[in-house]
C-alpha cells in the first residue's frame, strides 16, 4: 500500500489505497455494530471489574516480591495460628493398621508401602483383592472415570510439548 | 453481567414502525434473508447483482434496505445519508436493514436499534436454513426446566453440635494441620479444599454418611473420609494424621498405591471417583452421571456441551458429557510485557479468564482431521467449540502446567503466573452465551437458556480455596490456600498461618475451587452460628 499522499501516488497504487479503505470502514463497522448490540443488550463483560482485578494482582507481585517485605512469603515460620510449631519431619507416632507395629508419621507412607506390599514393582501384578473388582466397574484409568472431553491436537505453540497437565509433589 | 437480556427500548420511530406494520415488515423480509453456515445473516435483495443505492448507484458506504419499500439506500456518512433522503421524502420509511449484518437501524436516529421479533424472525429464517439435527437452536420449552434448587447437602445447624470451649475457639471450624506421612502433600493439599468445601463439608458432618450404618463387607472410602472430617472438626488443633485415610485409599486405588511423587489433581479425581463408586453399587438406581446422587456428583459435576460444525454446510453434531473439574491448558501471555505499566496496568498476563476464553473458541480442526459430516456425506474442515451446558455447585479449574514433548521425551512444567480472580461470573462461558454469540448475539431463547424464575442458581462463583505446587516436576511441594470468612490461611502440611490477600493473588496457582456466591456467604453464616454459641464458653486468649 502506498503512502496517502496524492501527489506521489500512481492512479493504480491510489485505487488500492481506495478499495483497501472502503474495505477497513466496513469493517470498522461491522465490528462497531457487534459491540454495539453487546452493549445494548447487556452481554458485556465488566471491564471495570476485571481491570481491578488484574491491577489488584499486579500490585499484590510486586509487594510480595519485594524482600523487605517480611516473611510472609518465605517458606519458615516460627508459630503457626494456634502458637505451636511443629518439627521437619512429623513425629506422632501410631500403629499401623496393616501390621500393628509402631511407626512415626513421617516415615508412615513408605513403611505402609513395603507392608502391603505395593509400590512399583507390587503395581506390575495383578491383584486379586475385592478392590480389585471394584475397580473393573469404573474405566479402569485412575485418572478420570468421566473423562469428560477429548482435547487432542490443542496446539499451543509450547514447541513440541502439549499438556497433560499432571505434576508430581515431595 | 448478571445473564439477563436487557430488552432495550425501542426509539420513537421504531415503535412508530411497529404500531403501523406489525411483524408484517419482518415477516416479508424473511425472503430476501440469506443464512449462512457460520450462524451470521445477511440481506440479498438481487441474486444476480451487487446491491447499489436506489439514488446514486454507488455501492460504497453502507447499505441499507428499506422494510417498507425494500429499496436499498447508501449511507457514506451522518450528513450523507441518502437513507435518511428517503425518509424525508416518503414519510414514514424510517426503518431499515443493514444488510451486510441484517440489524435494524432507524435512519432518523442515525443509530441501530432493537426489536426481539425481528431477532426471532432472523432466527427462524437461520432454523430454516441450517441443515436438520442442529440443535443449538430450540425454542424455549415450556416449564420443562425444573426449579433447580440450591443443594447445599446438609443441616447446618448439626455443626453447633461441635463444640470446642479451648482458648483457639474463634478462630473458623475444621482448621487443623495434616501431618506429612513421606510425600503425601499432594494428598493433604487436595484434603483441606475437600474439608472446607461447604456443600461436602455439610454432607459429612450433618452426618449423611453413617459410618455405624454403612455396610463394611466392602472397605468405604466415604467411611474413612468421614472419619477424617470428625477428627479435623473435633476440635483438637494439633496436626493430625490421616493415615487410617491413605491405608483406605491404597486398598481401593492399587495403581496409585506407591510411595512416591504423585499428581494432586490425579488424587482429588481418584477420590471422587472411589466416592461415586461406593454410591453406585449401594444404590441399584443408576440414573446416569448427569442426575448421580451420590456427594461427589452432586457436588462437583457439571455438564460439558461439544459442538462439531461442518465449515462448509453449518451441520453440527452435538453432544453432551459430565464432568467433575475443567482442565484448562495455559495462555500464552505475549512474551512482551509481562511486567506492568507505569500505570500500573498489567499487559500481556496469563489470566484464567483468558484461558476459559481458549476453552471454549471455535477451533479449527486440523485438515487431517476432517469429520465425516451427515449432511454434506463427505469429510469436510470442521470446527469444534466447548462450553459448559451446566455448572456444579462447586468449580475445580486444573491448570495444565505439565507440558510433555513426545519428540524430545521430556517433560516440563509450565511456571508462567496466571491471575485469577476471587470472584467469577461464567456467564459467557455457558452454551446459551456461547451459541447466542455464534448466531451474532440475537434476542432469542437459546438452548441452555434458563429463564431467572425457574432456578435458584446463578453463574456467580466466590473462589474459596487454591492448590499450588512450587518447585520442579519431579520435585515439588503442594500448599492449599484457604479463605473462611473472607481471611486466607497457609496449609502447608502440619502448619497453619495466616496470609494477606496479596499473598494469595501473587501465587502460582494449579488448582482452584470456586463455589456458587450465594452458598459461599451462606457458608459463612455457618461459621458465624458455630461462633455466637461458644461465645460465652470461650476464655480470654481470643486469636
Known sequence: ?170 | MSGTIVNPKPCPHLANYRKKHGLGGYNSLQNNLKASPHGKTTILKDVSQAPRCNLCSTNKGRLYFCLICSQIYCFLSPDSSHAFLHSQSERDHEIAVDMERAELFCVVCCDQVYDPDFDMAVMCKQIKELPCNNDCVKVRKQSSNKRRKVDDCGASKDLTLLMDAGPSSCLPLGLRGLNNLGNTCFMNSVLQALLHTPPFRNYFLGDSHNREICRRSSPCLACDIDAVFSAVFSGDRTPYSPARFLYSWWQHSANLASYEQQDAHEFFISMLDRIHEKEELSNSQNKGAGDCHCIAHRVFSGVLRSDVSCTVCGFTSTTHDPCVDISLDMQHAPSLAEKSTKTGKSVGISTLTGCLDLFTRPERLGSDQKLYCQNCEVRQDSLKQMSIRRLPLVLCFHMKRFAHSHIRKMSKKIDQYLQFPFSLDMTPYLSSSIIRNRFGNRIFAFDGDESDMSTELSTEFELFAVVTHSGKLEAGHYVTYLRLRNQWYKCDDAWITRVSEKVVRALQSYMMYYIQKMLYYKASDDLDCFEMSTQESAHGGCC
Not at chain 1, 90 to 98: G, Q, V
Request: charged residues 25%.
Open chain 1, 1 to 170: 500500500m502506498s503512502a496517502p499522499n496524492e501527489e506521489y501516488a500512481s492512479p493504480h497504487s491510489q485505487l488500492s489505497s481506495h478499495f483497501f479503505g472502503d474495505l477497513l470502514d466496513s469493517i470498522i463497522v461491522d465490528i462497531a455494530s457487534e459491540c454495539h448490540r453487546i452493549a445494548r443488550l447487556g452481554l458485556d463483560r465488566n471491564l471495570e471489574e476485571e481491570e481491578e482485578e488484574l491491577r489488584l494482582s499486579a500490585q499484590a507481585r510486586v509487594r510480595v516480591a519485594d524482600p523487605s517485605n517480611g516473611g510472609e512469603t518465605n517458606g519458615k515460620y516460627v508459630v503457626d495460628i494456634f502458637g505451636q510449631t511443629h518439627p521437619a519431619v512429623a513425629n506422632e507416632i501410631f500403629e499401623c493398621m496393616n501390621c500393628g507395629r509402631s511407626i512415626m508419621a513421617g516415615r508412615f507412607a513408605p513403611h505402609l508401602e513395603k507392608c502391603m506390599g505395593k509400590g512399583r514393582k507390587a503395581r506390575m501384578k495383578a491383584t486379586r483383592s475385592s478392590t480389585a473388582s471394584q475397580t473393573r466397574h469404573s474405566r479402569g484409568s485412575p485418572i478420570s472415570l468421566y473423562s469428560p472431553y477429548s482435547n487432542s491436537n490443542r496446539s499451543n505453540g509450547v514447541d513440541d510439548y502439549c499438556n497433560e497437565g499432571g505434576l508430581d509433589d515431595q
